[in-house]
């Protein structure tokens, strides 16, 4: 299925038209998301504390390296998070600014 992205959508003949306030609520789930990353990487981080409740050498070990592997894909995706929803919020405010420049309202 073709999704169109957050806030933007393809009109007639090729003209595309962004709607800030849809760019800032996706803003605000991506920032939320990263928020959400960051407590399962915490909560990750108490499990492979708890490795060493394991038994064999090598199963301590495994877990550790499989918390530590995991917590460092969190951890990017935490900061692609980030890194979207600054990314939103600029285009919102760069539309909005371009549109109230285009189309000022009254006594504008």
């Known amino acids: 299925m073709d999704q169109q992205p957050v806030g933007v ?22 920032s939320q998301l990263g928020v959400e990353l960051t407590g399962f990487r915490s909560r990750l981080g108490q499990a492979a504390g708890l490795a060493g409740a394991a038994g064999a050498p090598g199963a301590r070990a495994a877990i550790s390296d499989s918390c530590a592997a995991w917590g460092a894909a969190i951890e990017a995706l935490e900061h692609q998070a980030a890194a979207l929803d600054r990314n939103l919020e600029s285009a919102a405010a760069a539309y909005a600014e371009t549109d109230g420049a285009a189309m000022p309202g009254p006594g504008g």
């Open 9 to 30: 959508m393809r009109m007639a003949a090729g003209r595309i038209e962004a709607q800030p306030g849809q760019l800032r609520g996706g803003a605000g789930r991506a």
